[in-house]
């Protein structure tokens, strides 16, 4: 029998409320081995844990237990923090009782706990004499009945008749030797093993539903090898997303991989090596340590040979996905890839299923909101219904202003909310200001311009009063719509989303914080007038009325 059949009906089809489940915390053992210590503990078993372990593996069974110690207690305590249960049958096995009182108490706790795993392996033995005591069993009873308890030998009669009826592995006259029946066994064990969750957030609000929409994407019935570019603004949610789609569909393919914050972890000399040597890494599950200078032949070879899932977290520009030899040609059949970003651009021309990130609708942002401010005294809806307005849908600005509320009685929060309004909270700016950051200079001044003077106006009108010979506004509002920092609306506006608009004029702000005199732009009144008086002021300074916006050409140098 092959445990994969079972394993293939036994995958996770987790549901829509597999968010609301804790983390999965991968147990202290990977596996506890089962098996008659004087007939096999020398040979087979040890030839197997050895192979295990050489896998990276980690391993218990019962000559693993601390010395002086309650031996029961500690094996139950062992049994219940291990993974997955290997079970090796073989002809002597029922003569053991220490052996079948350790195999019951295998059974009793597996079903007990979430994702854990029985393998048996019936080792020159027929699972039909396990099953019904029968062969070799039948004279190990025969005994057994004469001087055990006959209460005993029953609980021992019906766990082998459960385990008789799984499906396991079952070493048969025709296969090649020992060896290979060895690394298949580990080769099915590890895909058994259940990958550690990525996702967890205390309060997930619309990540299932939007999970579900990629998944669909993925069209996971199809053999054809997929790829799904999931697109969006920062703190839009895209890696929260993205890490509960792994979750939920990892254990289906043969290896699975998700490679996080791509564009910020993978920079300087040589970051394509190590990229590789990352991506090669976690493919081989960490088993090995890649040591070699060609990554690209080696991961082409990890690539086609197996159906993988791979997410990259991130991608910012087409050489990331270059330097991992991301095409059609690497991946086998069954295949899936995942790349999340901000720039539309990174993925050139490779075929790819696009999905734009849904932000918060307003009944998410209310229900995420109350959560994360938890319990306590009554709260204003009207004010939570303000700050839900100005938080635009973006989880990362509605979790970040969460903590900031609550750190404050709840008096001064409408004085806060009035500050956030004008100046961004310092993480949501961080965050937000990234995208702006990996813009050229120009690209830079250009997204400034529109944030301080142009928002909601005609595209047209923008492109005639800032056109240049050499400098081309067209473009760069196309290359500004790529990157998620501006949208063009169907009337023809450009415009941009709301907290998106403050980080821009927060970053003008910031350069001359207290002299708003040597800003290159103005946008309130207050500091007009404030500069206007003054008549040391420089004429470097666009006024916020479309009509005194004179940008100089080296502002776009």
């Known amino acids: 029998m092959d445990p994969s059949s079972s394993s293939s009906s036994n995958k996770r089809k987790r549901g829509l409320d597999c968010y609301d489940e804790p983390r999965y915390q991968r147990p ?28 990276g593996f980690t391993i218990c069974d019962h000559t693993k237990l601390p010395n002086g110690q309650d031996k029961s207690s500690e094996l139950l305590k062992a ?61 190990a009873f025969q005994g057994h009945e004469k001087n055990v308890d006959a209460e ?39 895909k058994m093993q259940n990958p550690q969750q990525l996702c967890y957030v205390e309060h997930p609000v619309g990540i299932d539903s939007r999970a579900q929409d990629i998944i669909s994407a993925l069209r996971l019935s199809d053999p ?62 960490g088993k090995n340590k890649f040591k070699g200078s060609d990554g690209v032949a080696k991961l082409i070879k990890l690539l086609s040979g197996q159906k993988v899932l791979l997410i990259l977290d991130d991608v910012y520009e087409f050489k990331q996905l270059q330097a991992l030899s991301i095409h059609l040609a690497s991946f086998h059949d069954g ?58 849908g973006i989880p990362l600005v509605l979790e970040v202003w969460s903590r900031h509320f609550t750190c404050y009685d709840r ?56 056109q240049d010979k050499d400098f081309f506004p067209n473009f760069e509002i196309q290359n500004l719509v790529h990157k998620f920092l501006v949208k063009i609306h169907f009337m023809g506006e450009v415009i941009l989303h709301d907290v998106i608009k403050e980080m821009g004029k927060e970053v003008v702000r910031r350069k001359d914080e207290g002299e708003p005199g040597k800003r290159t732009r103005l946008m309130g009144y207050r500091d007009v007038v404030r500069v206007l008086r003054d008549s040391s002021v420089k004429e470097q300074i666009q006024l916020e009325a479309l009509s005194c916006v004179v940008p100089s050409s080296c502002e776009y140098e």
């Open 79 to 139: 049994i219940e923090d291990s993974e997955i249960y290997l079970v090796v049958f073989s002809p002597s096995y029922a003569s053991s009782k220490e052996c079948l009182d350790e195999f019951v108490l295998i059974m009793e706790s597996y079903p007990k706990f979430n994702k854990r795993k029985f393998f048996p392996i019936f080792f020159n033995v027929e699972p039909s004499h396990v099953r019904n005591q029968q062969g070799s069993f039948l004279e």
């Open 28 to 55: 202290k053992y990977d596996v506890f081995v089962n098996y008659a210590p004087e007939e096999i503990g020398n040979g087979f078993a040890s030839h197997l844990k050895g192979a295990l372990g050489r896998e």
């Open 152 to 190: 005993r030998v029953q609980i021992w009669r019906q766990a082998l008749k459960e385990a008789g009826d799984k499906s396991g592995l079952n070493l048969k006259a025709d296969w090649p030797d020992e060896e290979w029946f060895i690394q298949k066994i580990v080769k099915d064990v590890r």
């Open 335 to 392: 295949s899936r890839i995942i790349v999340t970003t901000r720039n539309k651009l990174s993925l050139s021309n490779l075929p790819h299923t696009p999905y734009n990130i849904r932000l918060l609708d307003t009944i998410e942002s209310f229900e995420l909101f109350t959560r994360l401010i938890g319990k306590g005294d009554p709260i204003d809806m009207k004010f939570v219904e303000e700050i839900v307005q100005c938080a635009g």
């Open 224 to 285: 054809a090898f997929t790829m799904v570019a999931v697109l969006g603004m920062s703190g839009s949610g895209k890696t929260t997303i993205a890490k509960a789609v792994y979750d939920r569909i990892a254990a289906d393919f043969d290896v699975s991989c998700f490679i996080e914050n791509i564009h910020c972890l993978y920079t300087g000399q040589n970051w394509e090596v190590k990229l590789q040597r990352d991506a090669i890494y976690r493919l081989m599950a």
């Open 411 to 466: 008096n001064l929060w409408p004085d806060m909310l009035e500050m956030l309004k004008i100046i961004p909270h310092e993480d949501t700016q961080k965050k937000l200001q990234i995208s702006y950051d990996s813009l050229p200079k120009r690209g830079q001044n250009f997204f400034l311009d529109i944030a301080c003077f142009f928002h909601g106006m005609d595209k047209d009108t923008i492109v005639k009063v800032l």
